[in-house]
């Protein structure tokens, strides 16, 4: 068979790829972003990263299928730990799940579930080690997403503290098993293990509360809000007023506050980064990339407050160009990285708003 051949409209053509052929294309299907960023890797570390990131989506598509039930989600998320532990039943979760899935998810995602025994094969012919990352991974985010599914989340979360947990459950823990991949294939890197770990789902937030301010009219349109009431409780504003056509400066303030939150993680995840031993290059961009893209998303948000759509603060390809060539030319070097960051962040920190990382 030849490579044309082999492509995710003919989902039976990619078991027939190599394994790392097999994971890229499906990369490219559920995530363009990561489909970039993970092949930055080091060979030691690309297909495990590349498996662990499939391995999240298969959960992530079962939280996000609207013709699934509480209890279908608890059961297939249950069903799914189990067959990432064993490394057997896939057959049948793929059998059961795949018929259950709608038009509203993507169709990349209907061939990654068709083809979860293909994913769970490649995961466990991976050192114990990280198989056990993995499946830690997994685990936490299969156990907390569905905490959710039943809440009334129109009014947003009750703390800052429940944000952090939400956040944790659906890429803190994500950063955590990077965190030991990393340390799994370089002792160098694994001499830095416990802070890399604390930093790691600092990081994670980071990235996560990027996503969630970006798209804060998206989830309002659904009827869904995962920003925080006591931070707006602080600036008079209820979140349970909160509407597509909202135009207040109560919110605009406690929104930039949560930049300056956001701002203080994304700093974390520059000390995680710089880290990494400098000439571990792959490693670096792969942070890097994810960094600063978020950064300058924080500013386009920070720049137009008054924003109603992601659209609108969505970066440009020409930034997201200059952003890899940037990290490529200064990435060894932990000054040149501070001194960038500190220039591209400083209008995310708000004077009145002192960040407190909570370890």
């Not at 020409?318 to 220039?343: A, E, H």
């Amino acid at each position: 068979m030849t490579d044309t051949q082999i492509s995710i409209e003919n989902p039976e053509s990619l078991l027939a790829a190599s394994v790392d052929e097999f994971q890229a294309i499906l990369l490219e299907g559920v995530s363009r972003t990561f489909a970039l960023t993970i092949p930055q890797l080091p060979e030691g570390l690309y297909s495990a990263v590349a498996n662990a990131y499939l391995l999240c989506r298969i959960v992530d598509t079962v939280e996000d299928e609207v013709s699934l039930t509480i209890e279908q989600k608890e059961h297939f998320c249950s069903s799914f730990i189990e067959v990432v532990r064993t490394g057997k039943g896939a057959d049948i979760f793929a059998r059961d799940l795949t018929p259950l899935l709608s038009e509203q998810t993507i169709p990349a995602e209907h061939v990654l579930i068709q083809l979860t025994p293909r994913v769970i094969e490649i995961t466990h012919s991976f050192a114990p080690e990280q198989v056990a990352a993995l499946l830690g991974c997994v685990e936490t985010m299969a156990k907390g997403m569905p905490v959710y599914q039943g809440m009334d989340l129109h009014g947003g979360l009750a703390t800052m503290q429940d944000m952090n947990e939400y956040c944790y459950y659906v890429a803190g823990c994500v950063g955590e098993m990077l965190a030991k991949l990393f340390c799994h294939y370089s002792e160098e890197i694994n001499q830095h293990r416990k802070q890399l770990l604390e930093l790691s789902v600092s990081f994670g937030q980071g990235l996560q509360m990027t996503n969630i301010l970006k798209d804060i009219w998206d989830d309002a349109q659904r009827g869904v809000c995962w920003l925080p009431q006591d931070i707006f409780t602080e600036t008079g504003f209820d979140l349970k007023e909160l509407t597509t056509t909202t135009d207040s400066a109560e919110f605009r303030l406690g929104l930039e506050h949560l930049l300056s939150i956001a701002q203080g993680h994304l700093k974390d995840a520059l000390t995680y980064t710089q880290l990494l031993p400098s000439h571990e290059t792959g490693m670096r961009n792969f942070c890097l990339w994810a960094l600063g893209m978020s950064v300058l998303t924080l500013n386009e948000i920070k720049q137009h407050l008054d924003f109603n759509d992601s659209s609108q603060v969505k970066i440009t390809r020409k930034k997201v160009k200059q952003t890899i060539v940037t990290t490529k030319i200064i990435g060894r070097s932990n000054l040149l990285l501070s001194l960038l960051f500190d220039l591209k962040s400083k209008n995310l920190v708000c004077k009145d708003w002192q960040y407190q990382a909570k370890k």
